[in-house]
C-alpha cells in the first residue's frame, strides 16, 4: 500500500508520500492505548446515539454503527481483532475497522468530533472507573486494620518518636492511625473525582462546532454531571490526570511508609510481628531466612509511581495552548500507576489478613525505655508542680535509673520521694504501662476508652458493624 505518491492514513488526503517507517513506530501508541477500547466505543456509541438525535444521521446508519461497534468489542475482548499500528491509536483502529463492517455509516461517526475531544473523553471514562475501583481497594485494607485492631483490642505497644521509644500506645491506636491516613486517600480521589467527572466531547478540535450538536445529551448518555465550559481547555487540560497521579503517589507513600514498620515489627531485632509464609520468599543461599519481599517491593515501587507524577507534571510545562501531541505521553505513567497501587494495595490487604503480633514481646518492651516518665511528670503537675521544672525532677530519676540499671517501676516509694516529696503511694497507678495508656483519655487519645470508640466508629464507616 506504501508508495511515494500517496499516504493510506485515514488523514492523508493532503500528503503526498507514505509515513517513514521509523515515524510511525515512534508516534504509535496502539500498544498502550488499546486499554481503552471500552471506553472508546461507549463514548462512539453515544456520540453516535447523539447524531442520529439531532439529524445529523439516520436511524438505521446508528444501528448500524452501533452493532458495528458492540461487534468490534466482542472480537477484541477474544483476542481475535488485529490492532495495526500503522492506524496509530485506539481511535483510529477502532474507526477503520468499523468502516471496513459498515461502510459509509462508519465514516459519519467522527462527524463533529476529534480525536482530540475524544482522547480526554476516553481518559476520563477510564479514570472514572479506576478510581472507584481504587477508592474500594482503599476501604478493603483499612477492613484489615480495623480486624487488627478488633483482634488486638488492649493490647499495648510502644509508641515511638525518632524511632526511639516514647510512650505506650494500644497497637489498636497504630492500627487506627493507618485507617485515617487511608481515609484520607479515600476522600482525596473521591474529591479528584469531581473533575475527572466532565463531558469533553462536543469540544471539537479546540473550538467546538458548527453543527447542531447536543452536549447535554452526550453527558446523560454517559453519566457525566457537567460539560466542560470551554473548548480550548477542555482538549488540551490533564489536570485530572495530575491530581489522580498525585493522589495515587500519596496512596503509594503511604503503603511504603507502613512496608518499612512491617519490614522493621518482623525484624529479629523487634520480633513485634510475623507475617504469614504465603507472603515471604527465601534465600537462594542461605536456608534459614525468611524475607518480607511484599513490603519491600511495595517500598521500592513509590519510586515508580512518583515518577509517573513527575513526568506528567514535565509533559505539561511549557505546553502552548491547545492540544499538542506530547500529551500523549499521558498514557504510559497513568497506566503504570494504576496498576502498580492496585497491586500493593491488594497485596498488602491479604498480608494484613495473615499477619500476626506477638504479644509476649511486645508486652515485655513496654516495660524497659522509661516510657511513662512523662506519666510521672504529668502526675508531678497535678501536685502542682510547674512542667518544666517536674520535667527536670523526672529526668534526674530516669538518669538516677540508667546509673543503677534499673527502670522507673523498679524504684521504692522512698526512692522516688528522694526526687520529689510531693510523690505518694498513688505513683504506682501511672508508672505502669497500662495505667498510662488509660490515662491518656482525650479525644483522639489512646486510652481504651477511645481507641473503643474510633473502633467503633471506623466499623461502621465500613459497613461491617
Ligand atoms: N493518540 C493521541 C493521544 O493520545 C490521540 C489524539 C491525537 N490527536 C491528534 N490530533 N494527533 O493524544
Same mark, same amino acid.
Do not use: F, I
Given at each position: 500500500m506504501k508508495n511515494k505518491t500517496e499516504s493510506n492514513k485515514p488523514w492523508g488526503g493532503r500528503f503526498t508520500e507514505a509515513t517513514a517507517s521509523s515515524a510511525e513506530a515512534f508516534s504509535a501508541s496502539i500498544h498502550f492505548d488499546m486499554r481503552l477500547y471500552r471506553h472508546d466505543i461507549a463514548g462512539s456509541k453515544a456520540h453516535a446515539k447523539m447524531l442520529a438525535k439531532v439529524g445529523l444521521i439516520s436511524g438505521s446508519e446508528l444501528e448500524q454503527i452501533l452493532a458495528g461497534l458492540t461487534e468490534i468489542e466482542a472480537e477484541i475482548e477474544s483476542n481475535t481483532f488485529v490492532f495495526r #499500528? +500503522? !492506524? +496509530?491509536d485506539i481511535h483510529m483502529n477502532i474507526e477503520k475497522v468499523l468502516v471496513e463492517k459498515v461502510g459509509q455509516a462508519g465514516e459519519? !461517526?467522527?462527524?463533529?468530533?476529534?480525536r482530540n475531544d475524544q482522547v480526554t473523553l476516553d481518559m476520563r471514562l477510564y479514570l472514572r472507573e479506576e478510581s472507584q475501583h481504587i477508592i474500594g481497594l482503599l476501604s478493603d485494607l483499612q477492613k484489615g486494620f480495623v480486624q487488627l485492631a478488633r483482634e488486638y483490642l488492649g493490647l499495648i505497644m510502644p509508641g515511638y518518636t525518632h524511632m526511639q521509644r516514647a510512650q505506650p500506645v494500644l497497637l489498636s491506636h497504630h492500627m487506627l492511625a493507618y485507617f485515617e491516613m487511608f481515609n484520607r486517600d479515600k476522600e482525596r480521589l473521591s474529591d479528584c473525582l469531581k473533575r475527572i467527572n466532565? !463531558? #469533553? !466531547?462536543?469540544s471539537g478540535a479546540l473550538a467546538g462546532t458548527s453543527l447542531p450538536i447536543d452536549r447535554d445529551f452526550v453527558a446523560r448518555e454517559l453519566g457525566f454531571p457537567k460539560v466542560s465550559a470551554n473548548s480550548m481547555d477542555a482538549v488540551s487540560d490533564r489536570d485530572f490526570i495530575v491530581e489522580f497521579l498525585a493522589a495515587c503517589g500519596l496512596i503509594q507513600i503511604h503503603l511504603s511508609r507502613l512496608s518499612e514498620e512491617l519490614v522493621l515489627w518482623t525484624s529479629q531485632e523487634f520480633s513485634f510481628a510475623a507475617i504469614a509464609d504465603r507472603y515471604c520468599t527465601g534465600s537462594s543461599i542461605m536456608p534459614q531466612k525468611k524475607n518480607p519481599d511484599m513490603p519491600e517491593l511495595i517500598r521500592g515501587k513509590s519510586g515508580r509511581v512518583v515518577g509517573n507524577l513527575i513526568t506528567v507534571l514535565t509533559v505539561l510545562k511549557g505546553l502552548p495552548m491547545t492540544y499538542n501531541r506530547d500529551l500523549q505521553e499521558d498514557k504510559e505513567p497513568v497506566f503504570d500507576t494504576v496498576d502498580t497501587v492496585s497491586q500493593s494495595l491488594t497485596v498488602m490487604s491479604e498480608l494484613l489478613s495473615g499477619l500476626s503480633f506477638n504479644r509476649e514481646t511486645l508486652k515485655h518492651a513496654t516495660e524497659t525505655g522509661f516510657m511513662t516518665a512523662t506519666d510521672l511528670a504529668e502526675y508531678l503537675v497535678l501536685k502542682n508542680i510547674p512542667f518544666r521544672q517536674a520535667h527536670g525532677i523526672v529526668g534526674k530519676a530516669v538518669a538516677f535509673c540508667i546509673k543503677n540499671s534499673k527502670e522507673l517501676t523498679d524504684l521504692t516509694l522512698k526512692e522516688l520521694q528522694g526526687f520529689s516529696d510531693v510523690i505518694a503511694e498513688d505513683v504506682f497507678g501511672v508508672l505502669g504501662a497500662e495505667g498510662s495508656v488509660n490515662s491518656r483519655n482525650t479525644s483522639g487519645g489512646t486510652a481504651i476508652a477511645q481507641v473503643t470508640k474510633a473502633l467503633e466508629r471506623a466499623e461502621t464507616d465500613l459497613g461491617i458493624r
Open positions: #499500528p +500503522e !492506524l +496509530e459519519k !461517526l467522527h462527524t463533529a468530533r476529534s466532565v !463531558l #469533553p !466531547l462536543g
